[in-house]
Nanobody, 126 residues
Framework: VQLVESGGGLVQAGGSLRLSCSASGFTFGDFSDYNIGWFRQAPGKEREAVSCISTFDGTTDYADSVKGRFTISSDNAKNTVYLQMNNLKLEDTAVYYC?????????????????WGQGTQVTVSS
């Protein structure tokens, strides 16, 4: 499975960005057989889960730090998952990665994800 992230960039605090994760090359099944997660890694910190979605039934989950500000969604016709990020804060600055897990139950557990994109940089300035 190949994953390509896009949509990162530089934004002022309080602003918005929408990240996209386009998937292709499915080893088993099709897009709806994979959970997609967004993770991020800030400089000097460990990678952390941000959000995830089951493309099978639309179930979502979020890290407490982004609840109410970020929204994950899936367009199965386009094999793409989006992460709408609103009211961005300085602490949201990180490289954001999307990842795919063969399964239909959304999970925030990083170790369950087998396929990873290259990441996209999000920088929030004051």
């Amino acid at each position: 499975v190949q994953l390509v992230e896009s949509g990162g960039g530089l934004v002022q605090a309080g602003g918005s960005l929408r990240l996209s994760c386009s998937a292709s090359g499915f080893t088993f099944g099709d897009f709806s057989d994979y959970n997609i997660g967004w993770f991020r890694q800030a400089p000097g910190k460990e990678r952390e889960a941000v959000s995830c979605i089951s493309t099978f039934d639309g179930t979502t989950d979020y890290a407490d730090s982004v609840k109410g500000r970020f929204t994950i969604s899936s367009d199965n016709a386009k094999n793409t998952v989006y992460l709408q990020m609103n009211n961005l804060k300085l602490e949201d600055t990180a490289v954001y990665y999307c990842a795919a897990d063969y399964g239909t139950i959304a999970t925030m557990t990083e170790g369950l994800y087998d396929y990873w994109g290259q990441g996209t940089q999000v920088t929030v300035s004051s």
